[in-house]
Each structure stands twice: as C-alpha cells, then as structure tokens.
C-alpha cells in the first residue's frame, strides 16, 4: 500500500508551558518524545483508521533547546506503510516569541502498528485504503 501523500498541515501545533521545564528550565526531552509519538499517531491514522500502538521509536535527535512559550509545530510524514505497521518521520519546528522564522528543534521516527481490541497486528490495508 502506498501512503497517502504529506499533509500541507501539521499534525499537532502546541505552546511550550512552565509546567513541562526541566531544572535548566527548558523543556524536557521526554515532552518532546510523547508529542512526537502523538504526531506519527495522528499521521498512522491518515493511513488507516485503526488503533495503533508504537513498538519502536528511534533516530531522535535534540537540536536546539525549546523554551517556555515556543509554539511547536510538529510534521508528520509516513515513510513506509508495512502489512501492519507504519514508519512515520516527525519534525519539530519552534516559533520563538517575537520571531516571523521557525527553527528545528528535534526530529524522530516511530513506529506504529496497528492491532485490534485484543493487542492482535491487524492489516493496515484494509476497506478503507482499498
């Protein structure tokens, strides 16, 4: 199955909070891990509405800081779309306050797969892609 084309949209947009510091007062890694593991969900579900669970998360790779008060925006692209899973890359990108210009932060791959109310792998080709 060949995965539908990028969104011109991002998957997630997000302002960076106080409650999500770390000691050095920026935001902690692990907040960027979760938003980037909700992004290659969202982007999972453009493949095919399932549920889906990530079994591997790899390639994270923390740029610039992100600070109190950057609006994130998190692109979401599906690389490989398996029998039951998907490969997503995700992008992150900060608005600094008072900035016109975005700056990469950090970027990730996940990958999902989709199962059904028991935790079985289902296809993701289904009626839906067909």
């Excluded at 302002?15 to 999500?20: A, F, I, L």
């Excluded at 770390?22 to 969900?41: C, E, H, K």
Aim: glycine share 6%.
């Amino acid at each position: 199955m060949d995965p539908k084309p990028p969104s011109d949209i991002p998957a997630i947009r997000v302002v960076m909070m106080p409650r999500d510091t770390n000691p050095q007062g920026t935001i902690f890694g692990g907040v960027l891990m979760s938003l980037i593991d909700q992004a290659a969900f969202i982007e999972s579900m453009r493949q095919a509405p399932h549920r889906y669970v990530t079994v591997s998360m790899e390639t994270i790779e923390f740029k610039q800081p992100v600070l109190v008060g950057d609006v994130l925006s998190l692109w979401a692209h599906t690389e490989r779309v398996g029998r039951t899973s998907v490969r997503v890359r995700v992008d992150v990108r900060a608005s600094r306050r008072g900035s016109t210009s975005e700056i990469d932060v950090t970027s990730g791959v996940a990958t999902l797969v989709a199962v059904d109310a028991n935790g079985t792998p289902v296809p993701v080709a289904s009626e839906w892609t067909a």
